[in-house]
């Protein structure tokens, strides 16, 4: 594919209930990043994966939260035990390092929490 | 450790007129800057981006921003703003050095363009 692809584009859940959100990179891009976007926080950093190396996991709210990515592509965030204020779009970007490190968006998951 | 400040959560030109988006930045290390545009329900696309060189970037769509050091700022501008300009805007920094180089962004412009 050209660009970053998420799914699903919505997802509405029950609280409580947990989800997981997928990413696909560009072919090629070897760092990964999630961001989340809601009303109240902005556009905040929440994981960021670079080749073979241990995760950057700063940015996540609470030990609800967790990501993985498999075989330096794919990448999947999981929310545990959603609560209502987790609802927000979930961004994901990659990037191919080299000089500039600029990101590449994909056009987000929306998630609301009922 | 990284921040922005964009200054107007709201804009309004004219069809035809200068657009000028303001983002003030602060970093501990030198900073790469840039500037993403989002439009309703999409995600974010890179518009321009400042990491080393000509302190004066340009971009696509016929944007353009300068990166001042010593005012610290890096705002956008436009010289004469198109209806499909009208769209929410980020400035955001990041590091330029160090592993991790996730964007902090600044907390949006909402730019709407009058006819």
């Known amino acids: 594919g050209a660009g970053v692809s998420q799914s699903p584009s919505n997802k509405v859940t029950e609280k409580g209930k947990d989800v997981e959100l997928r990413c696909d990179p560009i072919s090629g891009h070897t760092a990964l990043y999630w961001y989340r976007q809601s009303l109240g926080q902005g556009l905040e950093f929440l994981i960021y994966f670079q080749g073979n190396s241990a995760p950057d996991k700063s940015g996540l709210p609470s030990d609800r939260f967790s990501a993985e990515r498999t075989g330096g592509s794919v990448s999947t965030l999981t929310i545990q035990r959603t609560q209502q204020e987790d609802s927000a779009v979930y961004l994901c970007?990659?990037?191919?390092?080299?000089?500039?490190?600029?990101?590449?968006f994909g056009p987000g998951t929306r998630l609301t929490v009922t | 450790a990284q921040s922005v400040t964009q200054l107007g959560s709201h804009v309004s030109v004219s069809e035809g007129a200068l657009v000028l988006l303001r983002c003030n930045y602060s970093s501990s290390v030198p900073p790469y800057l840039f500037w993403y545009v989002q439009y309703p329900n999409q995600g974010l696309q890179l518009l321009l981006k400042y990491t080393t060189g000509a302190t004066l970037v340009k971009g696509i769509n016929g944007f353009e921003a300068e990166f001042k050091k010593s005012e610290t700022s890096f705002h956008l501008t436009k010289p004469s703003a198109h209806m499909s300009d009208a769209a929410e805007y980020f400035c955001?920094?990041?590091?330029?050095?160090?592993?991790?180089?996730?964007?902090?962004f600044g907390s949006g412009t909402q730019l709407t363009v009058l006819p």
């Open positions: 970007a990659g990037s191919s390092g080299g000089s500039s490190y600029e990101q590449y």
């Open positions: 955001a920094v990041s590091a330029s050095s160090g592993s991790a180089r996730q964007l902090t």
